[in-house]
């Protein structure tokens, strides 16, 4: 491992008092800013080798921008005594708009999907550092808008039908948690004018559960509650399910709004 001392002024000057193992690793410069051990240095290179195959083949043409730059490897103390930062204990990275750098934490939540994170960090940083005017993009600021309206939430000749499955309109983590019996449940009562306020009875022949459609429509099309007052969140989210072509298709008229955005 050789070192790299070509630091931008003011990272150099935040770090001084670190002694840090830097390396090159394509076009990031890689700190090790805490002792880690081998299987850490394992973990990390394999979770990058995905993340850049997977933005290098992203829908979002521009998003291998962001494959440059600082990532620094470490606790999420070490980190964030620099940072100032505070991170919830599930975390497994995050993206400093201040530094302008990405954190992998190295005692973060490790699952076999924990690389997943790192795309959505990267997706912040393309959005502050790549796209035109960063947060302040009017195109995906009136995008967000939009859509926190209800204007791209959903089409109301998408909304459930007598017979339709449960599964078919609810994110799997929802379902999983509706549904103790192991059964399907279908659509089999709305009550009110679909559209306007409705609502959905789903059942099988031993439990059944009422949505709202308001509730139906949020799951199905419309952001996480995090992301739904936070805009950078909804960017990252909706970007990191391009990237990952993990969209559900309800979300499909949002995704190509903004691929049409971004890609233009």
């Known amino acids: 491992m050789r070192y790299i001392y070509a630091l931008d002024k003011d990272l150099k000057k935040q770090w001084a008092s670190h002694k840090e193992r830097i390396f090159k690793l394509g076009g990031f410069t890689v700190h090790l800013a805490s002792d880690i ?54 975390s497994n990275g ?10 992998y934490f190295t005692d973060g939540l490790r699952t076999s999907e924990a690389w997943v994170v790192l795309i959505h960090e990267f997706a912040h940083k393309f959005h502050v550092e790549e796209v035109p005017n960063g947060l302040r993009n009017q195109g995906i600021l009136d995008l967000y808008e939009e859509l926190k309206e209800g204007l791209l939430c959903y089409d109301k000749a998408e909304l459930p039908k007598l017979g339709d499955p449960l599964s078919k309109y609810t994110k799997p983590q929802t379902y999983r948690g509706l549904l103790g019996t192991g059964k399907e449940l279908y659509l089999t009562e709305i009550d009110g004018v679909p559209g306007e306020g409705a609502e959905y009875h789903f059942s099988n022949d031993l439990v059944g559960v009422i949505k709202e459609e308001k509730s139906l429509i949020q799951s199905l099309h419309c952001p996480s509650m995090y992301a739904y007052h936070n805009h950078a969140e909804w960017f990252a989210e909706m970007v990191t399910m391009i990237t990952l072509e993990e969209l559900p298709p309800k979300d499909y008229t949002q995704a190509s709004k903004l691929l049409k955005l971004l890609n233009s």
Do not use: R
């Not at 850490?40 to 083949?57: P, V």
């Not at 998003?63 to 930062?85: A, R, S």
């Not at 995050?94 to 954190?103: I, L, N, P, R, T």
């Open 37 to 90: 051990t081998p299987e850490d240095l394992q973990t990390f290179s394999y979770s990058f080798e995905k993340i850049i195959l997977a933005i290098q083949h992203s829908p979002v043409k521009n998003f291998k921008k962001v494959l440059k730059g600082h990532v620094y490897v470490g606790t999420k103390d070490d980190l964030c005594k620099w940072q100032g930062c505070k991170v919830p204990p599930f």
């Open 94 to 103: 995050m993206y400093s708009q201040k530094f302008k750098v990405v954190d």
